[in-house]
DNA sequence: TACGTCATGTAAGTCGTTACATGATTGG
DNA sequence: CCAATCATGTAACGACTTACATGACGTA
């Protein structure tokens, strides 16, 4: 799904700025199935625009930058329907992580249990994030949606934790201190 | 990882065409974490090639079209390990699917009954193929990097089917034959 | 005062896909 | 004979990323 038809979703749920979009985009709940940059939400934001699939309104408020609220038309409604009814492409997962496994008979040892360790903590800490939207989610849709990163995250969490104890075995473990260097929450709002 | 390193890297298993390269990009066991086609492979062989990286041989052999078999070199092998010393970027996942289901309730209930149950047969096809090549596979790497892509799609699959029951409910489930459609092997013409 | 966040946008460039062009062989 | 498979390649196009340009405000 393009650019174009992740801003008419994303509004279709509310009003938002481009930087708000980008943010459910990359960093919130919307992030473990797309991505988009703003290179390609602002342009994307403007087409949609002269189609009058959305609009916006400016606001100027003391204080803050001006920022251009985007909403959804009902013809741009439309459009989404519409576009929902055509058969969904594939879904698509691409891991440098795994083409990298397929040698690691070539590396030293260390290098790849490094890597799998890095893996192993940035899948913990992604299925937490999961997993607290999922609480504080009463929407039923997404709930399914961020249900299924669950689930995928669940397994491959288990599936590299009974994998790495097959490489602890090979020789002592230096460097994998990185594991609550990222933690660093015990301050949240002080 | 761009194509050329993938060139690289299947190439460092075994001598191969470009058509062979795609296959293995598409439908053979690398197909679940990467994808290439012909557009991006050729250029990338030539490009490969040019750097010494690669060297081919023809093969004019009665009754088959001339084809390129490419190898890696020594300066290739050199390369790519150098390349595996970098940290590799981050997984990606997109779906469709899963932006389609953020509006499962802005769709008639059929609708989303039989993207959920296409959704299912697709694992379940994709499951069985990754689980074949699990078998016969005496490559320890591959197996790894297989045995991921069986976690998460087992776990996918467990997910939608405990999801599909919910939906199940709702409404009588009409229209979702298209187990077989797609086998249509006969072709009755004049 | 300097950095981080909010906020918008453009331009250049990367990367890859789709569709096309070509042609031989095999099997039903 | 027709379709599928094997086989190579190019050109046009599309989609997105990166880096840049700009600027105001809050806070440490």
Redesign the interface.
């Known amino acids: 799904?393009n650019v174009r038809?992740?801003c008419l979703?994303i509004l279709?749920f509310s009003d938002m700025t481009g930087y708000d979009i980008r943010k459910m985009a990359f960093e919130g709940s919307f992030s473990?199935?797309?991505?988009a940059s703003y290179g390609s939400i602002y342009p994307a934001l403007s087409q949609l625009t002269n189609e009058e699939l959305v609009t916006y309104r400016d606001e100027v408020s003391e204080g803050k930058p001006a920022r251009k609220i985007y909403s959804i038309t009902e013809k741009g409604r439309a459009v989404?329907?519409h576009i929902?009814?055509e058969?969904?492409?594939?879904?698509?997962?691409?891991?440098?992580?795994?083409?990298?496994?397929?040698?690691?008979?070539?590396?030293p040892p260390s290098?790849f249990r490094n890597?799998l360790n890095?893996k192993i903590s940035?899948i913990s800490e992604k299925l937490e994030g999961l997993k607290g939207a999922l609480d504080c989610c009463d929407h039923?849709?997404?709930h399914?949606?961020i249900?299924?990163?669950v689930?995928?995250n669940?397994?491959?969490l288990?599936?590299l934790k009974t994998?790495v104890e097959k490489f602890d075995g090979e020789a002592e473990t230096p460097p994998c201190p990185p594991k609550d260097t990222f933690k660093e929450t015990s301050h949240e709002r002080s």
Chains 1, 2 share one sequence.
């Open positions: 799904m038809t992740l979703g279709s473990h199935f797309c991505e989404l329907l929902l009814h058969q969904p492409g594939p879904d698509r997962f691409k891991s440098e992580f795994l083409f990298y496994s397929l040698f690691y008979d070539k590396m290098q890597l890095k940035d039923e849709p997404s399914f949606a249900g299924y990163g689930a995928i669940t397994a491959v288990d599936y994998q």
